[in-house]
């Protein structure tokens, strides 16, 4: 594999327009990695090839104000700066600075020109000034940085040509101290108080929150909804393909291997991507407008009692519609702490596929009774919420505050969203999703086929295969652990079998009972045959109690496998997030057997 | 009158100051100049942050939203008219 040494480092506060500046780089061919050891991530990529015909990397690092004291998350930043100034590549570092508050920077130049000699400044939103501004802070800058310095348009890339001649022929950047920096640039700056009309509104005494609420609802809404009629088309065309696949191999265990272990497993990947890609578009969209920095403001005070921020509240929120892109959300957390917190407590929420299962449960806890079903669905969501701030007060205990953590937010101001690098967002995202999380789900979801189908293939009957499958084998281990909540070895091999997708539950138990046709949560076959289905002394397998605990057990237990492949890939190891499926599996159980012990007694 | 005491007990929205000396940590004092927030600047308390105890506040060109914590390490003498 060839590989490309880094060659650019951009650095600069957070809301520079780094990002941008890489987009416009790199032509849009980039990914994000991990910063090794840490939850960090880096964007990299090649110098596209319509600039030089020469490989150099381009790498984007994580905002930040301060090289020689970086706080918790600046560590990242200082940190490769140092390992590629120390590898003996030539490196060119280009410091991106917002042009309309270069007076608040002085320190940051000073500190960059020292560390990264060989460097430039980019100065971007530069079509926010007006002329007289821009041509004064020409001048100055023509006196203290000459020729180290150049415009860039973030909408048009303008600019962008510049850096690009100068990173093949780099000069060392002298700048002027902190001091004199301040002093030259407030004697040109607008010195205005920066204000903004709408904030009027959004810091509101009254209304701020409601506002607040109306925004973030109706992004949350937006995963639910927009993303629905994707979601169905790509469910659809994987059956769809999945049954031509068995029509067209045959009927044998390669087609059915091909069908619903490789194709299924290819539809689970996918089914996701319409909501990461919209909750990225709404997120994004915020961001760029500079509503995100001024949501978390208003929402970290609550949040910072259970170790997070109020950057933590969006992909909190998200979880609720789904973990998958929740999970991705929180890379906007600042904050090492606070985001491993924030990714730790998101499978806590009830997400949209609970759903299902907790409608069947209800359906037969409460028959014909929908408003008294209603009101416990509320009350396991609240179970949810309550569980999710319990799991944060205690990993804030457990966790310990690395450093100086300080909140001091920039409240930028508001802007037009440059759609190009949205759209280069939304899709690297996404794209990341599929590229590091698709091919550990692929996997498991052969696993759980395989789990499901062998040793007993050549049976006719799923129901019988099913039965005598090891997934069955595992739920009749499972039966001594499962009978103190309740549950019997099919209950077992139903849950087994919503590690796929916690829906799978609905289907599983389906199967397992014998119930044919086209079956949903609610339809009434399904619920007859739970209603009676019988244990081998005759006692019935569904009753209040064993019910009601294997709802409880469904609120808390981390049942998906693509959560569990997506932590991974967003904390870049195994051990914590199977060390969250234990603890959180272990809390369902003991929580579970409780319920039904006392509701049996 | 002129005053001088902490921002977080006199961080009224509209009200003017001047940043006399910041009293907190050496690591907060590193921070603040880092954020481009130095003795002798003058800064404009824009929003109080509903619930949360906190405030957006300006420095002129730019506006950074503090808890009270933070707030409590500026030392300002003031109001500026």
Known sequence: MKHFLPRIILVGPPNSGKTTLFNWLTGLKHKTVNYPGSTVSLGRGQLASHWIDQSLDVI????????????????????????????GVPLVSVLVLDSSRLVQFGKLVEDFATIAPTSCLALTMADTLDTRLRLRLESVLNRLVKGRWFWIDGRLGGGVNKIVEYVQNPESLRVPSADVWKQEFSAVSDSSTQGEAWDRWVFHRVLGWPLFLLIMGSLFYSVFWAAAPAMELIDFLFSWLSAEIQVWVGGGVLGDFLSRGVIQGFGAVLVFVPQIAILFLGLTLLEDSGYLARAAALTDRPLLKIGMTGKSFVPLMSGFACAIPAIMAARTVGGARARLITILVIPVLSCSARLP??????ALLFPGEPGRAALILTGLYLLGLVSAALAGGVLARVLPERGFSPFLMDVPPYRWPRWKSIGATVTLRTKSYVVKAGPTILMLSIALWALTTFPNYNLADAGQRLQVSWAAGLGRMMEPILSPMGADWR???????????????????????????????TSAPLLDALT???????????????????LV??????????????????????????????????????????????MSA | MTLMTHLSSVAHVGTSWRIHEIDGTEDMKRRLHAMGIHEG??????????????????FGPFAVAFRREEAESILVQGPLP
């Open chain 1, 553 to 598: 057990f469904f609120v808390i237990a981390l049942q998906c496998m693509s959560t569990l492949a997506v932590m991974r890939q967003e904390l870049n190891s195994w051990r914590l997030p199977l060390a969250v499926l234990l603890g959180y599996n272990l809390v369902a159980y003991a929580l579970a057997v409780l319920t039904y012990q006392m």
């Open chain 1, 60 to 87: 984007d690092t994580p905002g930040t104000y301060s090289l020689t004291h970086p706080v918790q998350e600046e560590h990242v930043t200082v940190d490769v700066l140092n390992a590629h100034l120390g590898d």
């Open chain 1, 357 to 362: 299962v907790f409608a069947l449960l209800l």
């Open chain 1, 491 to 521: 209950v077992g091999v139903g849950l087994v079998s919503a590690f796929a997708a916690r829906e799978v539950f609905v289907s599983a138990l389906a199967i397992l009972f014998h119930v044919t046709g086209d079956v949903t949560e």
């Open chain 1, 532 to 550: 009676k289905a019988t244990l081998p002394d005759g006692s019935l397998v569904f009753t209040t109690a064993s019910v009601s605990a294997v």
């Open chain 2, 41 to 58: 600047d003058k800064l404009t308390v824009l929003h109080a942050l509903p619930f949360s105890g906190g405030w957006v506040v300006s």
